[in-house]
């Protein structure tokens, strides 16, 4: 399919969330396993998206952490001095590797497992943000698979159920929300597995579910939902072992065409670049390369790029026309050079 071209904005920080509060079943990562209702319990939402065209991508075939402790419990009447509560313990907080939110434990959990890829969890939730499409009350969600987890309150979820043990009760804090917070209960799980624990056709089938929703995420105009599935998918296909998976090229250009859009020259050069590691002629990681490129003002290295995929298709308009902004770009630039050079030593 033909690549549109791609005008990225300024560069921003797109990965951070809403600053607000936030048996075995071994081969059943069935792809059409999702968030369901439970029959006796209301207030359980099924979430769905339904996609929309475009002609960007390739259609598969088949802050920081929070160094204060938390406060106590509100609603608890203030005493003298000696009735105050003691300040939570460090083992009560868990932070989040990459600094996105802060557990606090409420009540503890027993044993030792955690839920896995494919687990599904019997969880109590409260208190999420309206609009945020993920359900109150009792549900059922299962690691690794279904539309709730594509939004970012989603992608929360996901990593504190990550961290919880069965019947642990916790409350998610994010940091600058004033809101209430979001508290989340995780009454039981089934065993799920590590990444490593799957065979490769597994792991390439839940790649391909990811593309395939990547894909519909962008058609839909999400790029940023649809850059967390592709990342994903390269998660679970950059644990094969050499050659890897030719699904990985595809994948890297996706994720760079979503980049650009979001306003990340940078690692969307950088994605291009792994694409162009494993398949040096791809056209479309060629292309978006010269674009993300010509937006960090690397006008030569653009140029050679755009130049490259025009040697392969010399009728690509999109090339033809990026290539014509490069160069202009470049005679504005010449020229202001050359009028500085004249102030300086005229």
């Not at 968030?35 to 998206?49: C, D, H, K, S, Y």
């Not at 313990?89 to 590797?97: E, G, V």
């Not at 839909?220 to 050659?243: H, I, N, Q, S, V």
């Not at 980049?259 to 291009?272: F, I, V």
Request: contains cysteine; glycine residues 10%.
């Amino acid at each position: 399919m033909e690549t549109l071209p791609i005008n990225p904005v300024g560069e921003k920080s797109t990965s951070e969330p809403q600053q607000q509060w936030g048996g075995n079943p071994k081969k059943s990562l069935h792809p059409t396993t999702q968030t369901r209702q439970q029959p006796q319990e209301p207030g359980v939402l099924e979430l769905r998206m339904s996609p929309a065209p475009s002609q960007l991508l390739e259609v598969p075939q088949g802050a920081g952490k929070l160094a204060a402790a938390l406060e106590g419990d509100a609603e608890k009447p203030h005493g003298s001095a000696s009735e105050m509560p003691e300040p939570l313990r460090a083992p009560d907080l868990w932070d989040c590797p990459d600094g996105s939110f802060v557990k606090k434990i409420v009540i503890r959990g027993h044993g030792l497992d955690k839920p896995k890829l494919g687990s599904r969890c019997r969880v109590l939730a409260f208190g999420f943000p309206f609009g945020s499409g993920l359900p109150e009350g009792w549900t059922e969600l299962t690691m690794g698979l279904g539309s709730w987890r594509e939004g970012t309150w989603g992608e929360l979820i996901e990593k504190c159920l990550e961290s919880m043990c069965q019947g642990e009760e916790a409350e998610l804090q994010l940091p600058g929300h004033s809101g209430p917070p979001v508290r989340l209960t995780l009454a039981s799980f089934t065993q799920g597995q590590d990444s490593w624990e799957l065979e490769a056709s597994e792991k390439e089938a839940l790649a391909r579910q990811e593309r395939a929703r990547g894909t519909e995420l962008f058609r839909a105009g999400d790029p940023e939902g649809a850059a967390r599935c592709y990342g994903r998918a390269l998660r679970l296909l950059l644990t094969l072992p050499p050659p890897g998976s030719p699904e990985r090229t595809v994948l890297h250009a996706n994720l760079a065409a979503c980049q650009l859009l979001l306003g990340q020259p940078l690692l969307a050069a950088q994605s291009c670049d792994r694409a162009l590691e494993r398949e040096p002629g791809h056209v479309k990681a060629l292309y978006r390369r010269g674009v993300a490129q010509a937006a960090l003002g690397n006008l030569e290295k653009a140029t050679a790029d755009l130049k490259k995929v025009l040697a392969v298709d010399p009728k690509n308009r999109a090339a033809q026309e990026e290539l014509g902004k490069v160069i202009f770009q470049g005679k504005k630039q010449d020229a202001g050079l050359a009028q500085g050079l004249r102030k300086m030593f005229g």
